[in-house]
């Protein structure tokens, strides 16, 4: 009974017209023509035009995968030619990629990933369906249910993205993925089941070659995004201690009313003791309150014998000091004007 339902599939691949045979010049020139679409005819050909607005679309289309994907993994121990058809249904992906001119989402896994799978699939429908084999398109199209939701989220527009946090955690539910197949494929080298060795090492060196192709593929689209954010960081964090960048903003007070000249102190110094918030009496409006306070450092900046004091700053720094000096000169020309 399993001998004749395993003819039944091969059979199937054999006769259906809309999937070439892997073996056949005609299989060669479609697989050719896929990496040639994805990589170099389709961008060349969006290069000038607008990009395809499918929104709609790609909700209708990712949708459908998720349903696709949950009746092969419901159905998988009878769907295995159907499973086998949906790795060319999965090329829409990329068509999808070029004619919107995401072609930055054409990577090398993709292409890869896109353009093996098909021919890897055959051979296991070919010769080998049912039992063992079936295995990683069980794994495969669990994955594909929560990649073609995550996906039709995505396409449903940016009021969604706030539900789409998770997306590096399906990269590694991926990864994860083929680290089950590994162990599952590479068993039989050890336990004999009467299963051919040569699918063994072919399922078992997909599943190597993909996992390490999804590892670099999370360490530069996370690990190294991390490193770039926390560097920046690093590099902005020196100007923005204690609410600095509000002293940038709070320049446009300057157009405001501004209050009173109040006359200068001979035992002043300098016009700073009011800005830094010393004439209580007098004080400035909007981010000038209190001596710029709320605006450079949260009230702890002063100027003592040409030094500049402040949370975060140490003994000094130069650009601060010049945006109170220009302050200070600001007042003055509006008090002479008044």
């Known amino acids: 009974m ?17 999937v070439p045979n892997i073996k056949s010049s005609t299989g060669i020139a479609f697989r050719s023509r896929f990496f ?5 005819l389709g961008p060349r050909l969006m290069e000038n035009r607008k990009p395809f607005h499918l929104q709609n679309f790609l909700v209708i289309y990712n ?3 998720v349903v696709f994907s949950a009746w092969l993994f419901y159905e998988m121990v009878h769907a295995c030619w159907w499973y086998y058809f949906s790795k060319f249904t999965e090329f829409m992906d990329t068509i999808f990629f070029v004619l919107r001119k995401k072609t930055s989402q054409v990577t090398t896994l993709h292409v890869i990933h896109h353009g093996c799978m098909p021919m890897s699939v055959w051979f296991g429908v070919k010769f080998t369906p049912g039992g063992h084999s079936t295995f990683f398109g069980l ?22 993205q706030k539900y789409l946090w998770w997306k590096k955690y399906l990269t590694t539910l991926q990864m994860v993925q083929f680290i089950l197949i590994m162990v599952h494929a590479f068993q039989l080298l050890f336990i004999d089941c009467n299963y051919p060795k040569a699918f063994v090492w072919w399922i ?11 590892n670099e593929f999370y360490k530069a689209a996370y690990k190294s995004r991390l490193e770039k954010k926390a560097a920046l960081a690093m590099a902005n964090g020196h100007a923005k201690p204690n609410g600095y960048c509000k002293s940038i903003n709070a320049h ?22 009011q800005l830094n918030g010393a004439a209580a009496s007098t004080p400035l409006l909007n981010g000038h309150a209190n001596g710029l306070k709320n605006g ?18 140490g003994n000094g720094n130069g650009y601060a000091t010049k945006l109170l000096d220009d302050v200070a000169q600001e007042l003055k020309h509006r008090k002479t004007q008044k």
């Not at 001998?3 to 809309?18: D, G, P």
């Open 204 to 214: 078992g060196m997909h599943a190597v070659m993909f996992f390490f192709l999804f």
């Open 252 to 273: 446009d007070d300057l157009c405001m009313p501004q209050p009173a000249p109040v006359p200068a102190s001979s035992s002043s110094p300098t016009s700073y003791e």
């Open 139 to 160: 794994l495969n199209t669990f994955v594909h249910i929560v990649m073609y939701t995550y996906y039709m989220f995505s396409a449903m527009g940016p009021q969604y």
């Open 296 to 313: 450079y450092a949260n009230g702890a900046v002063h100027k003592t014998n040409g030094s500049l004091l402040s949370n975060g700053f």
């Open 36 to 40: 040639g679409w994805a990589k170099v």
């Open 63 to 65: 949708a459908s995968q």
């Open 2 to 18: 399993k001998q004749k339902q395993q003819q039944q599939l091969r059979n199937q691949v054999n006769e259906i017209a809309l």
